[in-house]
């Protein structure tokens, strides 16, 4: 018998909601040493997921409306969590005020609950992503990462 998404996908999985600001998002994202997060409703229905990428470009957004001269993120946001001592006047508040929904991307890579792993590892490397959200009937399930497939061929390898 073939293994399925059910059979290797993390069900703890952390998300989001369309209305936290992008600086919780960012705090999550250090605190949990995570990349990426499903965006869902109170039902548990998939709206999107948001990124490190997507954070970066929303840093960009701000710090370039701050002032014209933009500077890489991590200028900003020190790896060992945000240090915003050094950006300009009002730039907090303003990422305080951008919520999640402004920056998620909506057309989000799916697996049904029964997907087969090849179809999981289709879906990854088509789309050029890193994870793909289990769904059945909208709702998540769970969430496979490329780190589980790798995990997975360690196994099965010996």
Known sequence: MALTARDIMETQVITLSPSDPLSNVHRLFCDEEIHGAPVVDDDGRVLGIITSMDLLRAASDERDSARGDPTYFRELFE????????????????????????????????????????????????????????????????????????????????
Not at 102 to 114: K, S
Not at 136 to 143: A, K, S, T, V
Not at 145 to 152: C, I, Y
């Open 79 to 158: 790896l060992s969590g945000p240090d915003l001592q050094e950006a300009p006047e009002g730039f907090l508040d303003r990422l305080r005020e951008r919520v999640t929904a402004e920056f998620m991307t909506e057309d989000v890579a799916c697996v049904g609950i029964d997907a087969t792993v090849p179809e999981i590892a289709r879906a990854l490397r088509r789309n050029r992503i890193h994870r793909v959200l289990v769904v059945e009937d909208e709702i998540l399930q769970g969430i496979i990462t490329t780190f589980d497939l790798v995990g997975l061929l360690e196994k099965v390898s010996g």
